[in-house]
């Protein structure tokens, strides 16, 4: 098992913990998961940031395409960074009306729950890293990416709110781990394939010259 996936167990694991001893509905999953979205979103950012090669195939803005360049990069990550930041936002107000923190203990629980997120996805990051150096990532494919593994699973607990009990926290957080697991996994594996993919073409691509320069060279008597 990798150090990421660890660390989402544990996470994951410590977060039912805490909902179960403090007796949390449903509802105040929302909170610790909010927070780890934050985090998504800024490792998001930062990895789109750090990009040295990308390529913008199919990605548009305005319906103009966004040139592979260093301002069509920083221009996507502010945009991102703007409208996934605006979402939260908004999510955070819809919290504190639901489920204000008031307690120093809640908030200790939640501190505690941003560092374990925080840990697990550095990890993740830095594989995707490593594959980004590699290869040449889409850069609308990183950008869209986050929204895929955050969105759905907080749906499933925003109508699910209102449960309450240890048997309701159990399966959401299960749901949510499963969820965190393959996703997590899906995002290294997007990574190390794209990379893989950009190897294979700069390799194909240096054969036909190899062939070519050999063959000038007898031509010519080298």
């Avoid at 605006?86 to 489920?99: K, N």
């Avoid at 996805?121 to 955050?150: C, I, S, W």
């Avoid at 393959?182 to 062939?211: C, F, G, Q």
Wanted: charged share 15%; with cysteine.
């Amino acid at each position: 098992m990798n150090a990421s996936s660890r660390n989402l167990l544990l996470s994951n694991g410590a977060t039912l913990a805490a909902a179960l001893l403090l007796h949390w509905d449903v509802g105040w999953l929302l909170w610790p998961y909010w927070i780890q979205s934050v985090i998504i979103g800024w490792y998001a950012r930062k990895r789109m940031l750090t990009l040295a090669r990308f390529s913008t195939d199919g990605f548009t803005s305005n319906d103009q395409p966004v040139p592979e360049t260093e301002q069509g990069k920083r221009s996507t990550a502010n945009f991102f960074a703007l409208h996934y930041g605006g979402f939260h936002a908004g999510y955070c107000a819809f919290l504190v009306a639901g489920h204000a923190v008031g307690e120093l203990r809640d908030i200790l629980v939640l501190v505690a729950c941003g560092v374990s997120f925080v840990l697990s996805q550095r990890e993740t990051y830095a594989a995707q890293h490593r594959a980004d150096v590699r290869g040449k990532p889409n850069l609308g494919a990183l950008m869209f990416t986050p929204y895929l593994r955050v969105v759905p699973m907080h749906l499933a607990i925003i109508l699910g709110g209102n449960a309450s009990g240890g048997f309701a926290l159990c399966l959401f957080t299960g749901l949510k781990t499963v969820s965190d697991l393959l996703l997590d996994r899906i995002d290294r594996r997007m990574a190390v394939r794209a990379a893989d993919r950009t190897e294979s073409s700069m390799v194909a691509a240096t054969i036909p010259r190899t062939v070519a320069d050999a063959a000038a060279r007898e031509g010519t008597g080298a």
